[in-house]
């Protein structure tokens, strides 16, 4: 009861900071500007590089999942002046500390005998990070993983990796090595492979050496987003094997509001022939003009504040994920260049928030086969988006804001003699501005066999949660 | 794996099936099922001057079904086994001088598992060694006992007090029937296919527990892991059980092969005494080149195989697998040599190997195979476990 009443709080008053910051009078101030938008809840635009009096709240999320068990998950995430960011997170029975400045990210967690720390430093021209993880029981063995990535070149970095383990069973300390290559040309281009090689322990007598290389390129063409990657792995050890991977998606946008998805993978083995695919394919029609995240004004934002924090000794990427956009904003609003940068962080809010999409239809088909598990699913999802202010689907809105989404799901799956088992999924999102949402996540999933030999009946869930994120 | 779905559902369609036409029959009835003279090589050239032996064991293990009638009535009372049944399919085991028999005694299926009791028993009385695999024909009791840790036990106790105490042996002063057939116990029947447990779930959370509960029970006893399907799909799911630790999970290793380019992606990963626990070829006309060619390779390229068992012995699908067929005849049953050739090869190895010493008769030995029937205790043993 405390941790809800805490919560409760929390949610009261990052609602009252905004209705405080942002009257109704405030809206409309610059056409096409986000505070011209009109949300359900009115929202402040925030202020990126804002110290904070002495705190200001970054993250809030609450959310309770009840299946068998009900099971509550809290984080908050605040920042401390200019100094940094601290957060907490909990969620069943583990608990996770974290502190972020624009060079420095550490975070603690542990659950029921395992701890986890993980470290990163940004420095000018390479970002160090390595992981440690003690499991839980007797052995209380540590894997160890750190990770080198270097900028040997505008847009090229080189990333190497290695893992140990200091368990007995493990055998050996180095369990794994890589080395990589990340190279991103403007917006539209990025190119990644890797050479790894890793030494696995099975629950055998044996060890299953691995070596793989692999390789993606992802490219915006046109109106299409084009993605393919390969790998092709070799394993040593009781049996010997070679198993190549495959996969290409595509995304195009069709006419202003109308976005096409496809998409392929599938793996074989040498000697066997194919052993698993996924095939994709989706529509989505939306209510107002859509981009791809690689082909507007937020992309080439993107890439010029990417550069810029570059020349001055700041060791970022070109991110185009809104959350990698928002942890990037955060990193660079802590640096002593925030008020230089904050123009175009400010500009890449603005052309993320006049990008936003809003989708009023989709429909998607997934099919997968294994044949290590042999199961074959078939699922069919829809999604009915209402934006605010409301008006018809088939209306476009240049103002429309994400208000109402639900989010219907089929999942049949067969399995061993041709068992049926179906899940049903509905998911309602109801976004009261840009920062705050509220979640409602139902599903029913009919006992595999698998589970009916576990004892497992019927998976009844529902889940609810809260978002608030800061600048999202 | 139609073909494996198929041959699981076998029972549940066993009786009432139309039989199919063959070539040469072979008679039974109750109490006397003995071949009809001159059928079979095993049967042939009785030498006067030689005192009878025992039809050598020359021709490895056959998977024969719990089948206990052919009639199916629309309601059935009680349990019904042909004695006729059980005789025919065992004097063609003994006659063809198979040295093991594997059978399934389903958990959950009362019938079937109590039929499965004669066949198990008197085989063994016969001094041939018999897997009883712990599986289900429909339906996935087999995998949630053992799965349970709470039934496990007494499960794996009810298997162990009905299957492993040896019978007394057959024809009791006939020369060379001291010995009588051991058993071993199968855990599940290709888990992936039939009850969608994945590999290494199979191993970690079905095979070691059960392995590990039976060594307590019984530690003589041998614990022979699940095959996964005989073709190249289920290679990547054998070596996931290996991943998991199959060779510390069992006393021996299953594979099953219906396809000849299985063998070499399985040879490396021997390490312990393997079974073939099924192999045969769809089609009768396969039958005979799949044993004379495909059994030599799999002992010569898989060098730890220590059992081979034909796929199988009687089946009511004509012209796949089965080597015999069983049809009424008036108030009794006979048995139909379908899979001529390699009827012919299996006796032809046994005659050869007998010398031209005449062969017992597999009526002197087992004179009514009722003796071997379950009893009221094995009767009151499941109930116990099944029924509480």
Excluded at chain 2, 327 to 347: C, I, K, M, N, T
Aim: glycine letters at 10%.
């Amino acid at each position: 009861m405390r941790r809800l009443a805490l919560v409760v709080l929390l949610l009261a008053a990052a609602h009252g900071r905004a209705q405080a910051e942002t009257g109704p009078g405030d809206q409309a101030v610059r056409p096409g500007a986000p505070s011209s938008l009109q949300y359900p809840l009115p929202q402040a635009e925030p202020e990126f590089t804002s110290p904070g009096e002495p705190f200001e709240l970054y993250d809030l999320r609450y959310g309770f999942s009840d299946t068998f068990s009900t099971t509550h998950s809290f984080a908050a995430r605040v920042r401390v002046g200019h100094l940094g960011l601290a957060g907490v997170e909990l969620e069943g029975e583990r608990r996770l500390l974290t502190l972020e400045t624009h060079r420095l990210f550490v975070s603690t967690g542990g659950a029921e005998g395992a701890y986890d720390f993980f470290g990163s430093y940004r420095a000018p021209w390479f970002l160090l990070s390595g992981f440690a993880e003690r499991r839980p029981g007797r052995e209380r063995a540590w894997l160890l993983g750190p990770t080198l990535a270097v900028r040997v070149a505008r847009g090229l970095d080189v990333v190497g990796r290695t893992s140990g383990d200091t368990g007995e069973r493990a055998g050996r300390f180095l369990r794994a090595w890589s080395v990589g290559f990340l190279w991103q040309r403007g917006a539209r281009l990025e190119l990644a492979g890797e050479y790894a090689r890793a030494w696995e322990a099975t629950g055998g007598r044996h060890e299953n050496a691995r070596q793989a290389g692999s390789l993606g390129v992802l490219a915006q063409v046109g109106v299409a987003e084009l993605s393919a990657g390969g790998s092709i792995e070799e394993v040593r050890g009781l049996f010997s094997y070679r198993q190549v991977e495959g996969e290409v998606e595509a995304r195009a946008t069709v006419g202003p509001r109308l976005r096409l998805d496809g998409g392929a993978w599938a793996r074989s083995e040498d000697l066997v022939g194919e052993i698993a695919q996924t095939y994709l394919g989706a529509v989505t029609w939306f209510a107002r003009p859509f981009r791809l995240p690689r082909s507007g004004r937020a992309a080439e934002t993107s890439v010029a504040l990417a550069r810029h924090a570059v020349a001055r000794g700041l060791f970022e990427r070109r991110a185009f994920d809104p959350d990698q956009i928002r942890a990037q904003r955060e990193r660079l609003s802590l640096s002593p260049w925030r008020e230089e940068l904050s123009g175009e962080m400010r500009a890449l809010y603005e052309a993320q928030v006049g990008e936003r999409a809003v989708p009023s239809l989709g429909f998607e088909i997934e099919a997968r086969r294994d044949v290590l598990s042999r199961l074959r699913s078939r699922t069919l999802r829809a999604t009915v988006g209402v934006a605010w202010p409301p008006t018809w689907p088939w209306l476009g809105r240049e103002d429309a804001v994400p208000f109402l989404r639900l989010d219907v799901e089929r999942e049949r799956v067969l399995s061993g003699p041709g068992y049926e088992s179906i899940r049903y999924a509905l998911g309602l999102t109801l976004s009261f501005n840009r920062e705050m949402d509220l979640l409602f996540r139902w599903s029913r999933e009919e006992p595999t066999p698998l589970d009916l030999i576990r004892g497992v009946g019927e998976r009844r869930t529902v889940e609810l949660s809260y978002v608030y994120a800061f600048g999202r | 794996m139609a073909d494996s779905i198929d041959r699981r559902g076998f029972l549940d369609r066993a009786a009432g099936a139309w039989i199919g036409l063959s070539s040469r029959t072979v008679q039974g009835g109750a109490g006397s099922t003995g071949w009809t003279a001159g059928s079979t090589a095993a049967h042939a050239a009785v030498d006067p001057e030689g005192a009878p032996i025992l039809p050598p064991r020359v021709n490895g293990g056959i998977n024969i079904q719990p089948v206990r009638r052919l009639d199916m009535p629309g309601r059935e009372e009680g349990l019904v086994i042909a004695p006729e049944l059980v005789a025919l399919q065992l004097q063609a085991v003994y006659a063809l001088g198979f040295d093991a028999i594997r059978i399934t005694a389903p958990h959950g299926d009362r019938r079937n598992f109590l039929a499965a009791v004669p066949y198990v028993r008197a085989a063994r009385a016969l001094g041939i060694d018999a897997l009883v695999v712990l599986s289900n024909f429909a339906g996935f009791t087999s995998a949630r006992v053992l799965w349970d840790a709470q039934q496990r036990r007494r499960h794996l106790e009810l298997y162990d007090r009905v299957f492993t105490p040896p019978p007394p042996p057959a024809g009791t002063g006939e020369p060379g029937l001291a010995r009588v057939g051991e058993v071993a116990l199968q855990i599940l029947n290709e888990p992936t296919l039939f009850f969608a447990v994945p590999p290494d779930v199979y191993v970690r959370e079905i095979l070691r527990p059960s392995y590990e509960a039976l060594k307590r029970i019984h530690p003589g006893l041998t614990v022979v892991s699940a095959a996964d399907v005989g073709t190249p799909e289920g290679v990547p799911r054998v070596r996931a059980m290996f991943d998991a630790g199959l060779e510390d999970a069992c006393d021996r290793i299953a594979y099953h092969v219906y396809d000849r380019s299985l063998i070499p992606l399985l040879s490396p990963s021997v390490r312990n005494a393997v079974w073939i626990t099924e192999s045969g070829a769809e089609g009768t006309s396969r039958h005979l080149g799949w044993v004379r060619e495909t059994f030599p390779e799999i002992q010569a390229r898989i060098p730890g195989v220590s059992r081979i068992f034909y796929f199988q012995l009687f089946d009511t699908d004509p012209g796949r697998f089965r080597l015999i067929d069983i049809e009424p005849e008036g108030a009794s049953y006979r048995a139909v040599v379908e899979s001529v050739d390699l009827h012919a090869h299996f006796a032809a190895n046994v005659s050869r190997a007998a010398g031209g010493d005449p062969l017992l008769p597999f009526e002197v030995l087992v004179p009514d195979v009722r003796a071997y029937f379950p009893t009221a205790e094995d009767a009151e043993a499941y109930d116990g476990v099944f029924l509480g």
